[in-house]
C-alpha cells in the first residue's frame, strides 16, 4: 500500500480524488488537507461518504507521505509547494496549470511531465512530478492526436465544446448559481481559452504544422462531462480516418473509437475518451466525451499515479456510467 495526501480536499477535484482512493486497492489516504475544514469530517464536506470512511480534514500534512496530489485553484499550487516541502521520494500530482507549459514545467528542483498518457506513458512512468492536464484541453487533444501525428492539421481546426458547471469548482459565482445555469447556455472566452496553450504544445510535438484553432468553450446546464466537436479539412476516406484513430490509440486503456454517434452520459462518472469520426465532403467531423472530473481531473491523476507506481492502468479506475 501506498500512502497518498490530498491537498484541496473539500472542492470537487479533491472530493473525486478521495472517492477514487477510498476504492484503490493498493492506496491508503493519509491525509486530506484544508484550509477551511481541519478537524472537521470529510463526509461533512461530501456526504455520500457516510460510513464509507472516518477521516478528518487536516490542517497539516505529513511530507512523507509516497504521493501528493493538489487539487487547488491556479496559482495555489506554486505557493502551497514554496510553503510547504515533501520527502526526496514524494510525487507530486498537481492538478492545476501552473506547470503545464514546457516554460512552467520546471519548479524548485521538479520537473514537471505533461501527465497525458496517450501522449507521454512512457515518461509518466518514470517521472516524480505530473502537471495533470486541463478537462477540455484532454478531450480536445484526444480528439485530435491521430491527425496530429498524422500531419494531417494543416488547416484551421474549428471546436466547440461545452462542459457541466463542476468545471468551475465549487465556488459560487454569477454563471454557477443555480437560477443563472439552469435551462440555459452561454459561451465564454471565444478563442482565448487558457487550455489552447498546452493544446497547441502537445499537438505541435508530433513535429509536424498545426493549423490555427479555433476553439468556443460553453457553459451547459448539467453538472457533469464535456461534449467536444472538431471539424477539419480531411481529403481521405471516413475508413483511413478510423484506421488512423484505432492504430493510434491500440494501447490506450481509457480511449476508444466509436462507431455511433455520442453522447456525454455515455461517460458521465467513467475515466472513459470516447471518439466518434463523421466524414461530410472534404470535412472530417471529430466528437469526443469525457467526464471533466475523472479523465479530465481527477480520474487521469490516478491513472497517472498507477503509471508512476507500476500499477495497472486501469486499477481504481473502472467505473460504471449513469446511462439512464
Ligand atoms: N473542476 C474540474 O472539472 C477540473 C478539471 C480539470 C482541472 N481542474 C483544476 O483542478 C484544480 C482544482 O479544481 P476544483 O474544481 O477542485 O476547484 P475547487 O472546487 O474550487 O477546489 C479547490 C480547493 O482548494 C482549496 N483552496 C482554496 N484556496 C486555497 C489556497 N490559497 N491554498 C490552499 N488551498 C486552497 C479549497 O479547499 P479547502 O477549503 O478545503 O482548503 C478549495 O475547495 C483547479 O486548478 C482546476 O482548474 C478542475
Known amino acids: 500500500m501506498i500512502k497518498a495526501g490530498i491537498i484541496g480536499g473539500s472542492g470537487y477535484t479533491g472530493g473525486e480524488l478521495i472517492r477514487l482512493l477510498l ?38 500534512v505529513n511530507p512523507e507521505v509516497d504521493v501528493v496530489f493538489l487539487c487547488l485553484g491556479h ?8 510553503e510547504n516541502t515533501f520527502g526526496e521520494n514524494t510525487k507530486v500530482i498537481d492538478l492545476s496549470n501552473d506547470f503545464r507549459l514546457q516554460n512552467d514545467a520546471d519548479f ?18 518514470s517521472a516524480n512530478s505530473i502537471a495533470n492536464p486541463g478537462c477540455f484541453a484532454t478531450a480536445i487533444q484526444l480528439g485530435l492526436f491521430p491527425l496530429a501525428k498524422a500531419g494531417l492539421l494543416n488547416d484551421g481546426v474549428h471546436i466547440n465544446a461545452v462542459t457541466g458547471s463542476t468545471g468551475a469548482g465549487v465556488g459560487l459565482s454569477a454563471t454557477s448559481h443555480f437560477s443563472w445555469r439552469n435551462n440555459n447556455v452561454s459561451w465564454y472566452k471565444p478563442f482565448t481559452h487558457q487550455h489552447l496553450g498546452e493544446i ?20 451547459g446546464n448539467f ?17 483511413e480516418a478510423k484506421e488512423l484513430y484505432n492504430a493510434f490509440y491500440t494501447d490506450a ?60 492502468e486501469t486499477e481504481g479506475l473502472l467505473l460504471k456510467a449513469g446511462v439512464f
Not at 278 to 288: E, F, M, N, R, V
Open 200 to 219: 497547441g504544445e502537445s499537438l505541435g510535438s508530433f513535429g509536424n504544422s498545426v493549423g490555427k484553432l479555433f476553439f468556443l468553450p460553453n457553459r
Open 108 to 125: 524548485d528542483g521538479k520537473h514537471f511531465v505533461y501527465g497525458l498518457p496517450e501522449l507521454n506513458r512512457a515518461e509518466i512512468q
Open 253 to 312: 486503456a481509457f480511449t476508444h473509437l466509436s462507431d455511433e454517434a455520442l453522447h456525454l452520459k455515455q461517460v458521465v462518472n467513467t475515466n472513459q475518451c470516447h471518439i466518434h469520426l463523421h466524414k461530410h465532403d472534404d470535412l472530417l467531423l471529430i466528437t469526443s466525451a469525457i467526464d471533466n472530473l475523472l479523465k479530465g481531473a481527477s480520474g487521469q491523476a490516478v491513472q497517472n499515479m498507477n503509471l508512476m507506481f507500476g500499477f495497472p
Open 75 to 82: 496559482g495555489n499550487s506554486t505557493s502551497f509547494l514554496k
Open 23 to 60: 476504492n484503490h486497492p493498493q492506496t491508503e489516504i493519509d491525509f486530506v488537507y484544508s484550509t477551511t475544514r481541519a478537524g472537521k469530517p470529510i463526509t461533512s464536506a461530501h456526504q455520500d461518504l457516510l460510513g464509507q470512511t472516518e477521516l478528518k480534514f487536516t490542517g497539516e
Open 223 to 239: 453538472t457533469r462531462g464535456i461534449l467536444a466537436t472538431a471539424y477539419t479539412k480531411y481529403n481521405g476516406t471516413l475508413e
